[in-house]
């Protein structure tokens, strides 16, 4: 007889949980167990997420140690600061997937820099496309999600790192939809701020993920990269498109860009090089767990451009958990997520 997986979700109201939810209702190995949240606790999750209409009448527990106890897997789709005491009390033999960015540094410095407090300790990245990132994932018992914009932008520069073709002095522009941010009303995120209208944020190196960049690319580089990064909020509710460029080295012409691109990715199911001429858009991702790529040798600028396009819910969280989580409990990694989107 086949075992299904028991799994818990803290965080179930919010926009991470609720699209982990989705992807883990049509997940064929798992059974859905608690539901938790912070002042929602006690009422239903339909108020909360109408869509998961299978799950409309479990009522929402708090969020502690004993209401996430017994279960296979527990997913923490919490604000960050939040996982890292939780997750502490839960067993070692329970797989832990952290949405939240408690564990993704490496260097205590870094995110006492960036998010300040204690520094809870690195786990094995989300992000199964980078170089021997898959390998540590299998068989895991604690995950680290990526940011959504690190996803998108990590992904846009890694093969030209692998394979040599780029200095290390990167920009990256990623323009995100407003469910980044997260359910909590934000002043620069009500309707009439955000309608009509496209703003940049943390300009000039203070956005929290430029860290990651950094760490995830420098990684593959062997070397240390330095990161400019720009987020841009535009009216949408989802998708990330990220604009991603560095100075090329000498010869790199753009056929030998797209080779490193065809080698990095051919076997990648969730990752589409489009045809030469096609460039990449959020719509065509919603709702799937791909990301889009397409590169450019800018002969001018002597420069490498690659565009990425994603889900920032799915790819960028909870289809990266899902993903993640299907490599540690050696299923295969596509179970439970689709390759196909929503158009229009
Ligand atoms: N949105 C995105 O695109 C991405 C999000 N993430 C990460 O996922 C996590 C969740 O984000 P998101 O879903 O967008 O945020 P939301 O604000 O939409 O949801 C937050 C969730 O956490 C619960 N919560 C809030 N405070 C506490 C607390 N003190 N203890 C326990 N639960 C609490 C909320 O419950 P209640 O409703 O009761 O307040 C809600 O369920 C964050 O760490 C975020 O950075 C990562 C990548 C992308
Ligand atoms: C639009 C918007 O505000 N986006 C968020 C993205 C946060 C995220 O996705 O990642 P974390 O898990 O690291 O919080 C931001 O820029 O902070």
């Not at 990167?170 to 009500?190: D, E, F, I, R």
């Not at 858009?281 to 002597?302: F, I, K």
């Not at 690659?306 to 920032?312: L, R, Y």
Request: proline residues 7%; aromatic residues 4%; glycine residues 12%.
């Amino acid at each position: 007889m086949r075992m299904t997986v028991n799994i818990a979700v803290a965080g179930a109201s919010g926009y991470a949980g609720g699209e982990l939810l989705r992807l883990l209702l049509t997940h064929p190995e798992v059974e859905i167990g608690a539901l938790t949240a912070a002042s929602s606790a006690g009422t239903k999750l339909g108020v909360h997420q109408p869509h998961l209409v299978p799950l409309a009448d479990r009522v929402l527990a708090e969020t502690t140690p004993e209401t996430l106890a017994g279960h296979d897997v527990v997913f923490l789709a919490l604000p960050h600061g939040h996982s890292a005491e939780i997750a502490a009390q839960l067993g070692p033999d329970v797989l832990v997937v952290d949405l939240g960015a408690d564990h993704r540094l490496a260097d205590p410095a870094d995110w006492r820099r960036w998010y300040g407090g204690e520094h809870a300790g690195q786990w094995p990245y989300g992000l199964p496309e980078l170089p021997g990132a898959r390998e540590k994932l299998t068989g895991t018992k604690r995950i680290a999600v990526p940011g959504c914009f690190p996803t998108g932008g990590s992904l846009a520069l890694a093969p030209a790192f692998a394979a040599g073709l780029i200095e290390p002095d990167v920009t990256v522009v990623a323009v995100t939809g407003t469910s980044g941010a997260g359910k909590s009303l934000k002043p620069n995120l009500l309707g009439s701020e955000v309608m009509g209208s496209a703003s940049a944020y943390g300009v000039g190196g203070a956005h929290r993920h430029t860290p990651e960049f950094a760490q995830n690319l420098s990684a593959v580089a062997g070397e240390k990269v330095t990161v400019s990064f720009t987020p841009v909020l535009a009216p949408m509710p989802r998708g990330i498109l990220t604009t991603a460029s560095a100075p090329l080295k000498d010869d790199v012409d753009e056929a030998a860009a797209r080779a490193a691109y065809e080698k990095a990715y051919d076997a990648e199911p969730f990752v589409q090089l489009l045809p030469a001429g096609a460039w990449p858009a959020t719509a065509a991702t919603l709702g799937s767990n791909n990301v889009q790529l397409q590169v450019a040798v800018d002969t001018g600028a002597r420069r490498l451009v690659v565009v990425t396009a994603i889900d920032n819910l799915t790819k960028g969280t909870a289809g990266g958990a899902v993903q993640s989580m299907n490599l540690a409990l050696g299923f295969p990694e596509t179970t439970g997520l689709s390759t196909v989107g929503v158009a229009p």
